[in-house]
């Protein structure tokens, strides 16, 4: 059983940055492609940002492309989330994920139901 703990959410305003950390507890972290989601209130859980196991490959929703930047660091077991120019719109409840299905991730990696792993989730405020 993973286990994944996000940190790193807060309040901001309209274009500042926050950066989420997720610190999988699996020594076989590398063996995982991880994602990013987010869920705000009466809306469904949505994709974000994914990187493949070995972090040379990354896809993100059109929504934050250019703004937002996943990346891992799997000798030191975390995969970050580095969010700028921020929108009212971003706020949500970030959730970590982790998938073991590593041969279709690069054509999966946006559906929730290809995650086996979730975090408890951080919850991401931007003000206007």
């Known amino acids: 059983q993973v286990q994944l703990v996000e940190s790193g959410g807060g309040l901001v305003q309209a274009g500042g940055s926050l950066r989420l950390s997720c610190a999988p507890s699996?020594?076989?972290?590398?063996?995982?492609?991880m994602g990013w989601f987010r869920q705000a209130p009466g809306e469904e859980r949505e994709f974000v940002a994914a990187?493949?196991?070995?972090?040379?490959?990354?896809y993100y929703a059109d929504s934050v492309k250019d703004r937002f930047t996943i990346s891992r660091a799997n000798a030191k077991n975390t995969v970050s989330l580095q969010m700028n120019s921020l929108k009212p719109e971003d706020t949500a409840v970030y959730y970590c994920?982790?998938?073991?299905?590593?041969?279709?991730?690069?054509?999966?990696?946006?559906?929730?139901?290809?995650?086996?792993?979730w975090g408890q989730g951080t919850q991401v405020t931007v003000s206007s």
């Open positions: 990187v493949s196991w070995s972090g040379s490959s990354t």
């Open positions: 699996e020594r076989t972290f590398s063996s995982y492609g």
């Open positions: 994920a982790a998938s073991s299905k590593l041969l279709r991730f690069n054509s999966r990696f946006a559906w929730v139901s290809e995650y086996d792993y």
